[in-house]
């Protein structure tokens, strides 16, 4: 799986937009861009996922760069309840192994 | 529909006690996976079943079995419980429909060995 980078934590004031960045340079062409968090004491939750188109759904929206190096996870309008950590994830089509769960970034949202 | 559904919720165990995390998921996937969480950290794969009568190791499979009888059901034994197995342990499930493989997670058993 490809090895990705996120920022240790952010804040977002709630009702705003929070955008959460992964870089993922080493990408390799099969491979989609997962996103889960993990709210406190749950289990985790799949969010979303794409291969190069943005991708949207009820949860969120995910923008990947043209070069598909590096993606960002847009929750359009924050509540409390998204406080959790968010885990970007290289994942190849095909594969049925587990993923691979990085240290994610902490979102906090503000009330 | 439930989804994943796991039993216990919590429990504490003797050392060397024996016990039986039940997991179960109702979406008719093929694919489940047993990962265990210690704190602050990361998730780790236990063991995995692409189907039922096939199960595979994972990264941290040592003191743990597990079987798949049915599509259902995908229980994981802890045989001689030591401390080290204290964790969270989280049962998942994925279709693998179309080559993508995003997993369902239950809520977690949270398991104390004393």
């Known amino acids: 799986d490809a090895k990705t980078t996120q920022p240790t934590s952010m804040d977002c004031a709630e009702g705003r937009a929070a955008n959460l960045p992964c870089n993922h340079s080493?990408?390799?062409?099969?491979?989609?861009v997962y996103w889960y968090r993990q709210i406190h004491s749950q289990g985790p939750q799949y969010i979303i996922h794409?291969?190069?188109n943005n991708e949207t759904n009820e949860m969120a929206s995910l923008i990947i760069t043209e070069d598909r190096k590096s993606s960002t996870l847009i929750l359009p309008h924050a509540t409390l309840r998204d406080t959790a950590v968010y885990y970007c994830i290289g994942h190849p089509s095909g594969s049925a192994r587990q993923l691979t769960f990085g240290s994610g970034t902490q979102l906090t949202v503000l009330p | 529909n439930a989804g994943v559904t796991q039993t216990p919720k919590f429990r504490i165990l003797k050392i060397g006690q024996s016990m039986t995390l039940q997991c179960a998921q109702d979406m008719n996937h093929n694919y489940m996976y047993w990962y265990r969480q210690d704190p602050g950290m990361g998730l780790k794969l236990i063991y995995y079943?692409?189907?039922?009568?096939?199960?595979d190791k994972g990264e941290v499979p040592n003191g743990y079995n597990v079987s798949r009888s049915t599509t259902e059901d995908f229980p994981l034994r802890l045989e001689l419980a030591a401390p080290s197995q204290t964790s969270v342990y989280f049962c998942?499930?994925?279709?693998?429909?179309?080559?993508?493989?995003?997993?369902?997670f239950g809520p977690g058993t949270r398991l104390t060995v004393t």
């Open positions: 079943s692409v189907g039922a009568g096939i199960t």
């Open positions: 080493t990408i390799s062409g099969n491979e989609y």
């Open positions: 998942a499930s994925s279709s693998g429909l179309g080559g993508l493989y995003e997993q369902y």
């Open positions: 794409g291969l190069k």
